[in-house]
């Protein structure tokens, strides 16, 4: 029995998995956390690829299963909790590869990517709307705040899709891989990251709306600014790019 309320979806196909292994680029230096082994075929195959893998499972039952199976495997430490609870800030330098719950998969990633955590990559196998709304570019439909939100932290990449055909049980949707690479510093320079990301949100709050509407409750005399700024008022914040939101973000920082 599998637990849907735990977004048990479960890989065995091995080709499947070996090309998340080779999406990953993980060596045989590498530390790996896993989020969610279930079963543990990619775990095992992890076991080979990397030096040393952490694997992270909330369910006690797959958790009392997986220990068996991984008798004998000294570079896997299996521990019993929640992804979203654990504390990876204390960790050295290390990849996340995994096939994660849907339901978990913003929260994760944010919380991986603030947590200052010297994180190098992450290897997600998520639903393939969120992956597209993850790599998307301005004016298109799938640009938004978790776009801007990763992209400032990451370069990332969809390496291939999943049909949902390949999981037991079969979700309702597709799945892709997705690479984000950690990048050194973020994309953009902002004096006041809250506030740009404050901008963000507010410009995608309502899409339909001209940023001189959409901006107008944080800023009266928006549309004189962003005209200083040579960004025409009458266009739409989802057709931004990040440059754009980090100089409208410095420039009122500028002002206050
Ligand atoms: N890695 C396995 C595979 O590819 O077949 C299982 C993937 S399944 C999509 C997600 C796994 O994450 C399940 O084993 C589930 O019990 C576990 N899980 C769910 N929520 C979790 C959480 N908050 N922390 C850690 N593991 C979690």
Redesign the pocket.
Known sequence: MT?KS??????FDPAILDSIIGASGVTQDDTVV??????G??TLLLARAARRVIA????PK?YGKLQGELIGRENVELIL????KYPYGELGPFKVV????YY?TTPLIFKLLESKADLRSMTL?IQKEVAQRIVAGPGTKDYGVLSLGVQYHAIPEIKCIIPASAFRPVPKVDSAVIRMDIRKSPAVEVADEALFFRLIRAGFSQRRKTMSNSFKPLYENIKEILLELGIDPGRRAETLSMEEFARLADHLHSKI
Do not use: H
């Not at 896993?34 to 079963?39: A, D, K, L, V």
């Not at 995994?98 to 719950?101: D, H, V, W």
């Open positions: 637990r735990l977004g048990q979806n479960f890989l896993e989020i969610g082994p279930g079963p075929r990619l992270i499972e909330l369910d797959l909790g929640d992804a979203l995994a096939n994660i719950p978990i196998t």
